[in-house]
């Protein structure tokens, strides 16, 4: 690394105040975001419960048709 890529390098970080406190606003449209994430995730959970039990239902259906032939 040459000195013009360091010395830039060291003033990217020189600048860099620290960790970043978002806004009210954007506080509240991540709060948003995190929530319908979380409702969608909830949401895809009960489907694929509800998916595996019809699975099942039709695996048993699958065991009895072939024990009765």
Known sequence: MDQS???????????????VIPS?????????????????????????KANQATQKEGDKKDTKESKSN
């Not at 890529?5 to 960790?19: C, D, I, M, R, Y």
């Not at 975001?33 to 979380?38: G, P, T």
Request: no cysteine; glycine share 4%; net charge negative.
């Open 5 to 19: 890529t360091q010395s830039a390098a060291g003033h990217v970080f020189s600048a860099n105040p620290g960790p």
């Open 24 to 48: 009210e606003e954007v506080q509240q449209e991540m709060v948003a975001q995190a929530q319908s994430y979380d409702a969608a995730r909830k949401q895809a959970q009960a489907a694929e």
